[in-house]
């Protein structure tokens, strides 16, 4: 199993929206409807922010989104924040009770 | 509030067994509504999913790793395992522990602070 396809970094104004890719498979990303993305912060550990593609866990702003097409996902971070400015990094399931993690994604907020 | 928390083993010597545990506290691993799995982070790359644990015993492995990789739960049901065998440099990592939901859906939430294990005679 591979990792999923992050860009690198990413990088929006405070008040902007972004939006950071995750590509997979029809092996992974493209076949279930179990993606999840995690924040995380310099030196801390991952936070959960989106899972099952879309939804969010209580207590993480609207202001995040997911969606997917196809072999696709994608984070959506509107209303740009300074807090917001971290590391993301999109799973997917991938069959055979195995999860695979993309490789990161830097926000910077300019 | 569940709160988990590695073992603090710091530095393995190539070729041995690295061991950590991470201890459950404000709930209870023998629920069978959750699993509990190990991720590690090498300094300045990405997450990868190690393996998980059903309260019952039932094992779910990385297959990349899956021939080193032992993870165990404790007859207290308040501590779960890992143990990684002949470790070499890029074994080096964060590790972290953390509850998810079911061995499909793998929703990690909340994780451990992490523990950084360095690979190095």
């Known amino acids: 199993q591979s990792a999923l396809t992050q860009p690198p970094s990413a990088s929006g104004s405070p008040g902007q929206s972004v939006t950071i890719s995750c590509t997979g498979t029809s092996s992974d990303v493209g076949g279930y409807n179990y993606v999840s993305w995690y924040q995380q912060h310099p030196g801390k550990a991952p936070k959960l922010m989106i899972y099952e593609v879309s939804k969010r866990p209580s207590g993480v702003p609207d202001r995040f989104s997911g969606s997917k097409s196809d072999s696709t996902a994608s984070l959506t971070v509107s209303g740009l924040q300074t807090e917001d400015e971290a590391d993301y990094y999109c799973?997917?399931?991938?069959?055979?009770?195995?999860?695979?993690f993309g490789g990161g994604t830097e926000l910077t907020v300019l | 509030q569940l709160q988990l928390q590695e073992s603090v083993p710091g530095l393995v010597k190539p070729s041995e067994t690295l061991s950590l545990t991470c201890t459950v506290s404000g709930g209870s691993i023998s629920s069978s509504t959750y699993y509990w799995g190990w991720i590690r982070q090498p300094p300045g790359k990405g997450l990868e999913w190690i393996g998980s644990l059903f309260y019952d015993g039932r094992t779910y492995y990385n297959p990349s790793l899956k021939s080193r990789v032992t993870i165990s739960v404790d007859t207290s049901k308040t501590q779960f395992s890992l143990k990684l065998r002949s470790v070499i440099a890029a074994d080096t990592a964060v590790y972290y522990c953390?509850?998810?939901?079911?061995?499909?859906?793998?929703?990690?939430?909340?994780w451990g602070p992490g523990t950084l294990v360095t690979v190095s005679s």
């Open positions: 953390a509850r998810h939901s079911t061995v499909t859906s793998f929703i990690f939430d909340p």
């Open positions: 799973s997917s399931y991938a069959g055979s009770n195995n999860v695979v």
